[in-house]
Every structure is written in C-alpha cells, then in structure tokens.
C-alpha cells in the first residue's frame, strides 16, 4: 500500500504571499491519479486539482499542481482569506483510495 | 446542482449497528462510482469504501473490512453503509462523495453526518 506524507505539517503566511505543500508518495506513483482536496472547518472538502495538476471546475488558476513519480506539489499563488484551512492529496482509481494526513495553512 | 444529503448517524453503544443513507440528487446517480469517506473528530481523512455505479464491485477500509457494507439503490438515487460491530475508534463524521468520472477523483460531497460510538 502506498503512503502519502504530506509536508510540512503547519504553514502560516499572510494574504497575498506564496504558499508551497507538498505530497511524498512511499513509491512510485501515478500522477494521473494524484489528488488535491481543501477543507474549512467545519465544512466537507471540495477537489481542487486532479490527475495532479488539471484544476477542478471553478477552481481558480491561483491554484497549481505539479509532481510526478513520488513527489508533488499544490502551490497556491496570491493568498486569499479564504484559502487557508487544511489540504489533503489524495491517490485514486484503484483501492486503497488513501489520503496523506494534511497540512494545515493558517493565517500568519 | 449535485447534492449529497447523509442521514442516519447518532449515538450507538460498542458492538450495535447503524446504517447510514446519502440521498443524491443533480446528477444521474446512477451512472457514477460513490464513495464513503470518514474523520474522526481533530483528525485527518480516511477513506472507508467505494462501490460502482452498478453496484458490481465493492472495496473496502482494511479497518473496516468484514464489518461494513456499502450498497446503493440506483431506483432511489441512494447510497447506504451499514456498519455492524462498531467500536469506539469509529466515532468520526461519515461523508459521502461522488467520482467525477469512473475511477477520478471525488468532485461532490455530502455535508457528513456524525457517528458516535460510546456506551
């Protein structure tokens, strides 16, 4: 079973910086089945990126993803209120559907 | 508009039952994979099972394997999980969400219902 460790575990930046996360795979993986998902507390996570770096509907093009292999990144560009929660990649298409343990983007 | 409504969740004593429902709506039900998705209460995601859009295959949760079932009911645009056996280290909020595509990524969730195992 591959395991996703996401690093780092806390990011705190202010509105308009740069925030980088990343998403280390134990091997080889995929991209076309490498997922990123944001979640408010309190509230469901929505899809953000897909087939690692294809953004969802809606999504906007502040939010990238890149990777291949084992290692992916989500960087989000501009930092909005809005944006910060926590992250989580995700490997899908076949079982087990696993998510890496998230990283948390707070307000600076 | 998609939308993904779980009932069902409440306060059930280790070792009882419950059977969680996700009543969908927006979308043609019956033609997308669903999935059933869980956090426990300050942690992370943890994905619990998946069924096809026809109910021909069914995966699960290695610590769910053998005590959940996940079925639907294309008929009622429904997806159900029924979890026997519960213990306390099921306690989480219990998501639903839909493929975007057979075998894509999760495109729609559900608001979660919460499950609390304590006696």
Request: glycine share 12%.
């Amino acid at each position: 079973e591959v395991v996703l460790t996401q690093s780092p575990g806390t990011l705190s930046l202010s509105p308009g910086e740069t925030a980088t996360l990343s998403c280390r795979a134990s091997q080889s993986v995929t991209s076309s089945y490498l997922a990123w998902y944001h979640q408010r507390p309190g509230q469901a996570p929505s899809l953000l990126i897909y087939g690692a770096s294809s953004r969802a509907t809606g999504i906007p093009d502040r939010f990238s993803g890149s990777g291949s292999g084992t290692d992916f990144t989500l960087t989000i560009s501009r930092l909005e209120p809005e944006d910060f929660g926590v992250y989580y990649c995700q490997l899908y298409g076949a079982s087990p559907y696993s998510f890496g343990q998230g990283t948390k983007l707070e307000i600076k | 508009q998609v939308h993904l409504v779980e009932s069902g969740g409440g306060v059930v004593q280790p070792g009882g039952s419950l059977r969680l429902s996700c009543a969908a709506s927006g979308f043609s039900f019956s033609g997308f994979g669903m999935h059933w998705v869980r956090q426990a209460p300050g942690k992370g995601l943890e994905w619990v099972a998946f069924i096809r859009y026809d109910g021909s295959k069914k995966y699960y949760g290695d610590s769910v394997k053998g005590r959940f079932i996940i079925s639907r009911d294309n008929s009622e645009n429904t997806l159900y999980l029924q979890m026997n056996s519960l213990r306390a280290e099921d306690t989480a909020v219990y998501y639903c969400a839909k493929e975007r595509l057979t075998g894509s990524a999760f495109d729609y969730w559900g608001q979660g219902t919460l499950v609390t195992v304590s006696s």
